[in-house]
């Protein structure tokens, strides 16, 4: 399957050049020059906003309110907008994207993991990892409570044999992009997309050190590689809350992938869940949360219910023992009746 019209950015990954920790360079390049500032300034984000003719004036808050978000902090050397500056997102270049409404027949998400899950072993030439991750239920349960949209779990399968691989450092690096071409007989009729999860390493473009995760906006498909998440991929001692570091690191790049496969763009707004990543220190400085600018986006794609997709996230947070993110959801329906009882 050629898998044409490549969100080329949409994949979370580490690049030669981007002063990446976590490998070594796989060929040498000559650093680029300093890359143009592109982010939009914090006070022009309403006006990428756009209208809200559409929303309930009771409900307007919950994306015109941007007191519970952090704004973006300045570049740093190997940051996400250092390595691959773009530029930003407004809700009419989102809608001009013509992004995929969900809509019938397709409905619901699949999630497909393809793999040992939540433990495996991943062997390469000179190297043996244990990987851990999240159970594939609870990544279910979260993606239908965050994007209001149904999910399926498929049954797991093992990863498809003959796929293009390359060895870095004694370990085998698979190809993102064929192992979507792979798994794309899988993608259900009724499904609106479908991400598969896998506990190798993942390369997208030759350049990367490696790759988080990769999505595709045609064809509704998105890939996330868990191996990275775990200290032990590379012989490091595991840390004492090591489920809860897989888990957070895990859900939030499941939520990245998905969120491109609805057409959201990398965010550059506030600290946000769309934020581009680059290591594992900028995935695990971003929120499990959509900022008001995103979440708009995903609103006009799926016409979700606010208050009703908030208490049900809410609940899924409880559920997986994450707090900090349910006490946030908490608060915020709080604000957004407040607001309405006040009008």
Not at 136 to 141: C, F, Q
Not at 172 to 179: E, M
Not at 280 to 306: N, S, W, Y
Request: with cysteine; hydrophobic share 45%; proline share 11%.
């Amino acid at each position: 399957m050629c898998l044409s019209r490549r969100r080329l950015l949409a994949g979370l990954s580490c690049l030669p050049f981007a002063g990446c920790d976590a490998a070594e360079p796989i060929e040498t390049r000559t650093p680029p020059s300093p890359a143009p500032r592109l982010e939009r300034p914090l006070e022009a984000w309403r006006q990428a906003l756009g209208p809200l003719d559409d929303v309930e004036p009771a409900l307007r808050s919950a994306f015109t309110d941007p007191r519970e978000f952090a704004p973006m902090p300045p570049r740093r050397p190997g940051d996400w907008r250092s390595v691959r500056p773009e530029p930003p997102q407004s809700v009419a270049e989102f809608l001009a994207s013509d992004p995929n409404v969900r809509a019938a027949p397709r409905e619901r998400l699949a999630l497909l993991p393809l793999g040992r899950f939540p433990f495996d072993v991943v062997v390469g030439t000179e190297y043996v990892g244990l990987v851990r991750t999240p159970a594939p239920a609870d990544v279910a349960a979260l993606l239908a409570a965050f994007f209001a949209t149904p999910t399926d779990l498929l049954p797991a399968e093992p990863l498809p044999d003959g796929l293009p691989w390359r060895e870095v450092r004694g370990h085998r690096q698979h190809d993102a992009r064929a192992l979507l071409g792979a798994a794309a007989s899988r993608l259900p009729p009724d499904a609106y997309g479908m991400l598969t999860m896998v506990t190798v390493d993942l390369f997208a473009l030759p350049e990367q050190q490696y790759a988080f995760g990769w999505s595709t906006f045609q064809e509704r498909l998105a890939v996330v590689g868990f191996a990275r998440f775990d200290p032990s991929f590379f012989g490091a001692p595991a840390p004492p809350d090591i489920a809860g570091k897989v888990l957070r690191r895990g859900l939030r790049v499941a939520v990245h992938e998905v969120g491109h496969l609805f057409g959201l763009a990398h965010c550059q707004a506030f600290r946000c869940v769309m934020n581009g990543v680059a290591d594992l220190d900028e995935l695990d400085a971003i929120p499990l949360r959509l900022c008001p600018l995103c979440l708009r986006k995903l609103h006009l794609v799926t016409g979700l219910d606010i208050l009703a997709r908030d208490e049900q996230l809410r609940r899924a947070f409880e559920a997986l023992a994450l707090p900090e993110e349910a006490h946030w959801l908490a608060e915020r329906a709080r604000r957004l009746r407040y607001a309405a009882r006040t009008r």
